[in-house]
């Protein structure tokens, strides 16, 4: 598995935030988002077994893993990591671009999956995979304008998704205020949740391994 780095930290997103939090981003993606803060991620790595990572896991003080990238399910034995993981008493989250099949997780991995509004250059289109959306689930969409806002507003009317999983909205850093979109949000009546990037809160936008 090619892996760019695997660390410890508060899980800084999501229906976990603030957590402390095992990661492990894994090299390679197949989607270039304008907003991405992860770029350096589309390259490089390093080659790692299962059984290392897993032994580098089993170091760390936490029982909560977020496997990301990059794209993680470029990896082929991500589900099989993923087992390993589960067997061993983890709690396996998957943050994921949304546009490769989840189905071969196992059922315990919460999945966390983007829709893509206009804004990042890779639109959200085929929108089946939502239909696979279990209450552990999220969906986030991160928004770059008020015109993100709105389509991703209609794409969660359209699809039900309220309910369903729990819905976050994001601001990209530097681009979209917090208060902003929560200012959106409340006048939406969106049964959704903001969700800010904490880490970046806490170390800066430009730090790394955390």
Excluded: N
């Excluded at 603030?18 to 803060?37: E, I, K, M, N």
Aim: contains cysteine; glycine residues 8%.
């Amino acid at each position: 598995m090619r892996v760019s780095e695997v660390f410890h930290s508060i899980q800084g997103e999501g229906t976990r935030a603030g957590r402390p939090c095992a990661f492990v981003r894994f090299t390679g993606c197949d989607l270039r988002c304008r907003w991405c803060d992860t770029a350096y991620a589309f390259h490089g790595g390093e080659e790692r077994s299962r059984a290392d990572l897993v032994a580098e896991l089993d170091r760390l003080p936490t029982r909560l893993c977020c496997l990301t990238g990059g794209e993680p399910l470029l990896q082929p034995e991500l589900p099989d990591l993923c087992r390993d993981l589960l067997a061993r008493g983890w709690e396996v989250t998957v943050e994921t671009h949304g546009q490769r099949a989840t189905a071969a997780l196992p059922p315990e991995v919460v999945r966390i999956v983007d829709v893509k509004p206009p804004g990042s250059g890779e639109e959200t289109r085929d929108f089946d995979y939502l239909d696979a959306l279990r209450p552990q689930d999220e969906v986030k969409f991160v928004v770059a304008s008020e015109a993100d806002f709105r389509w991703s507003a209609e794409v969660v009317r359209r699809h039900r998704l309220e309910g369903r999983a729990a819905l976050l909205f994001s601001p990209v850093f530097g681009q979209v205020t917090p208060r902003a979109l929560t200012e959106r949000l409340l006048a939406s009546g969106l049964d959704a949740r903001l969700s800010l990037q904490l880490h970046k809160l806490v170390w800066g936008p430009q730090a790394r391994e955390v």
